[in-house]
């Protein structure tokens, strides 16, 4: 578990509730109704069984073969807007991995596969498309350039995500930007041959993008 940080949860304490909890995703959050006489000790452990429950269910939802779809799906609608369709690359492999402390995402243009951390799943849709969408695209060009960004232009809240995914990395709950050090499998990839550091990953896309920009690689 310890791949995917603390949600943000709601605590709603109900006087009608006797012993029973419940939990449900809304938006960004995990809301959980607990009765309101329990003791703190007895409210901590349920809201953490209760969460870990929602959690877990998300993690189950979010297995690699849906991610495979979603991924030829994205690449299909994004990199085809800008590419021939004999063009659009196609991934041989998408993953959810929780190997990835410091990263959102990796991508091997070598052999086609891409991995996408677990700490994605508890976020926003929209976001995981970015990152997904972004990896895909490193298929078709390694390095953060203009044509690079090029291809994402039709990916909705494009900003929005990268400014989610630098506020999250902000806050330091975890990582420093998808690209940054500390991969502990140590893979080649794209990213990490073109910018082992953050900062010349931020450069690099700075100076290629304009408004588009390039993976911040906060904290
Ligand atoms: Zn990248």
Same mark, same amino acid.
């Given at each position: 578990m310890d791949a995917i940080p603390d949600p943000q949860v709601e605590i709603r304490r109900s006087a009608r509730r006797r012993r029973t909890g419940s939990a449900y995703r809304e938006g960004d959050r995990i809301v959980v109704l607990v009765p309101?006489?329990?003791s703190r000790a007895a409210e901590a452990e349920l809201v953490e069984t209760l969460v870990a429950r929602i959690v877990a269910r998300e993690r189950r939802r979010g297995d690699d073969a849906e991610l495979f779809e979603r991924a030829v799906r994205l690449a299909r609608r994004h990199l085809g807007a800008h590419l021939p369709a004999a063009h659009v690359p196609l991934p041989s492999s998408v993953r959810w991995v929780d190997?990835?402390?410091?990263?959102w995402g990796s991508c091997t243009p070598a052999d086609g596969t891409i991995r996408l951390s677990?700490?994605?799943?508890?976020?926003?849709d929209y976001v995981v498309d970015y990152v997904l969408t972004h990896e895909l695209a490193h298929l078709v060009v390694?390095?953060?350039s203009e044509r690079f960004w090029q291809l994402l232009t039709?990916?909705?809240h494009l900003e929005r995500a990268r400014g989610f995914l630098d506020g999250y990395a902000a806050a330091g709950r975890?990582? @420093?930007?998808?690209?940054? @050090?500390?991969?502990?499998?140590g893979s080649a990839d794209a990213d990490g041959t073109a910018a082992t550091d953050g900062s010349a990953e931020a450069r690099g896309a700075d100076g290629a993008a304009?408004?588009?920009g390039g993976d911040r690689t906060p904290g």
């Open positions: 309101q006489r329990l190997t990835m402390q410091s990263r677990e700490r994605l799943q508890t976020m926003p390694a390095e953060h039709t990916v909705p975890h990582g @420093k930007g998808w690209h940054g @050090k500390g991969e502990p499998d304009g408004t588009a």
